[in-house]
Nanobody, 122 residues
């Protein structure tokens, strides 16, 4: 049974940092690229960051470049999102997702977590 469980969300002030974690199980973790997405209240879900199975290649949304860092630990079946210099517009539910290595782009992911809420106060 595939599971993606996010943690680390919460309330933060503008300029602060948070680190999200996602624990994966039920699939061969290294065969999957891992992504983070977010959905703000009243808005559509948007791509945040992605890391390939080996952890060598990453991609970021322009809105989070230079502030957020995605990483993974294949020995622990975990992916992380370090979020620095948080802004109120980063407030959203953050979702971890996995896509098999051969899938290109970020329009389709195979597995999704339930999300963790991040609230940034001004």
């Amino acid at each position: 049974q595939v599971q993606l469980v996010e943690s680390g969300g919460g309330l933060a002030q503008t300029g602060a940092s948070l680190r999200l974690s996602c624990a994966a199980s039920g699939f061969t973790f290294g065969d999957y690229s891992m992504g983070w997405f977010r959905q703000a209240p009243g808005k559509e879900r948007e791509f945040v960051a992605r890391i390939d199975g080996g952890g060598r290649n990453t991609k970021y949304a322009d809105s989070v470049k230079e502030r957020f860092t995605i990483s993974r630990d294949n020995a622990k079946n975990a992916v992380y999102l370090q979020m620095n210099t948080l802004k109120p517009e980063d407030t959203a539910d953050y979702y971890c997702a996995a896509k098999i290595w051969w899938r290109s782009g970020d329009s389709k992911y195979d597995h999704w977590g339930q999300g963790t809420r991040v609230t940034v106060s001004s």
